[in-house]
T-cell receptor, first 122, second 115 residues
Framework: GAVVSQHPSWVICKSGTSVKIECRSL??????MFWYRQFPKQSLMLMAT?????????EQGVEKDKFLINHASLTLSTLTVTSAHPEDSSFYIC??????????????????FGPGTRLTVL | AQKITQTQPGMFVQEKEAVTLDCTYD???????LFWYKQPSSGEMIFLIY??????QNATEGRYSLNFQKARKSANLVISASQLGDSAMYFC????????????FGQGTELSVKP
């Protein structure tokens, strides 16, 4: 299947600093990527849809000035957590759609996920 | 209202036996897709199986099969011949085709395989 990478895999930072997380589609082009957040023992919550060359679409309740998303190319989206606070500590995970690239029946709509980034804000 | 519901927070199964993980969904969009993902303790989301709303047959991928009952709006995952490595969180997700490709996830089911 398609490969999505994330960097860094984990990060520890002080309160008030900004942290940038990169999401890359390695073997396919992704015009759309998604950013999710997951707290321990909970499900994935969609934060925003990242569109190449245009502004991201944020889900209700997600502060766009807090979580800056940039999708500068067909293979890279970045999420910047600005002025991070301890309550921002979470597992952040991105996904990208391999729309039809696999060619296999039933897999034309598959979304592939990055390995995730564990953010700890002290 | 919950769009995706997984009612089993935790499940146990004996190694080599089959197990069914339940998932029900709610949508008015006639075109949608249903997914199952596995999340081990490492955190990565592993795609398991996909079922399109217009697919006539239930999807199968190796030991995984999806029991798709459209009228009942259920999409249960069946894992046959469970292995110790199957112990993980399992998430059901839905993509509505009029929502730009985003996935809505269920609450998850933690599966534990006993030796």
């Amino acid at each position: 299947g398609a490969v999505v990478s994330q960097h860094p895999s984990w990060v520890i930072c002080k309160s008030g600093t900004s942290v940038k997380i990169e999401c890359r589609s390695l073997d396919f082009q992704a015009t759309t990527m998604f950013w999710y957040r997951q707290f321990p023992k909970q499900s994935l919550m969609l934060m925003a849809t990242s569109n190449e060359g245009s502004k991201a679409t944020y889900e209700q309740g997600v502060e766009k000035d807090k979580f800056l998303i940039n999708h500068a190319s067909l293979t890279l989206s970045t999420l910047t957590v600005t002025s991070a606070h301890p309550e921002d500590s979470s597992f952040y995970i991105c996904s990208a759609g391999d729309w039809g690239a696999s060619g296999r029946k039933g897999h034309t709509d598959t979304q592939y996920f990055g390995p995730g980034t564990r953010l700890t804000v002290l | 209202a919950q769009k995706i519901t997984q009612t089993q927070p935790g499940m146990f199964v004996q190694e080599k036996e089959a197990v069914t993980l339940d998932c029900t969904y709610d949508t008015s969009d006639p075109s949608y897709g249903l997914f199952w993902y596995k999340q081990p303790s490492s955190g990565e989301m592993i795609f398991l199986i996909y079922q399109g709303s217009y697919d006539q047959q239930n999807a199968t991928e190796g030991r995984y099969s999806l029991n798709f009952q459209k009228a009942r709006k259920s999409a249960n995952l069946v894992i046959s011949a469970s292995q110790l490595g199957d112990s993980a969180m399992y998430f059901c997700a839905m993509r509505e085709n009029n929502q730009g490709g985003k996935l809505i996830f269920g609450q998850g089911t933690e599966l534990s395989v006993k030796p």
